[in-house]
């Protein structure tokens, strides 16, 4: 089943995709980069919730973490190879849990196929 059609990286979102979507408890890294430039990873878990708007737009929760108003589009990579079919980018939010060491990060989500969303 395809949820859009996507042609010059204009997606046209198809109204299977469009309502709220939750996962359930999920692994979430945060990476950061220490002084000597080597990264540190900081694990932990947090439901993720998202709502997708037949505009483009997707807002949600990532933890405690909120955003709003948020474009996504298509990946226009090779989605054989990179399994990723969606991307949202955009807007400052803040901790994904207790431990989480960021104060401030951008939202960057990656879907793939395997999360439910095609094109």
Request: glycine content about 8%; some cysteine; overall charge positive.
């Amino acid at each position: 089943m395809e949820y859009s059609f996507c042609s010059f990286s204009r997606c046209i979102v198809s109204p299977e995709l469009v309502g709220k979507w939750e996962t359930g408890m999920e692994g979430i890294t945060v990476r950061t980069q220490l002084e000597n430039k080597q990264f540190q990873f900081t694990r932990n878990s947090a439901v993720v919730k998202l709502e997708f708007f037949s505009d483009n737009r997707v807002s949600g929760s990532i933890g405690s973490a909120t955003f709003e108003n948020v474009k996504f589009k298509k990946n226009r990579g090779n989605l054989e190879r990179t399994k990723i079919a969606y991307i949202v980018k955009g807007r400052t939010i803040g901790k994904f849990f207790e431990n989480d060491p960021l104060d401030e990060k951008e939202v960057e989500l990656f879907f793939g196929t395997s999360c439910g969303l095609h094109y």
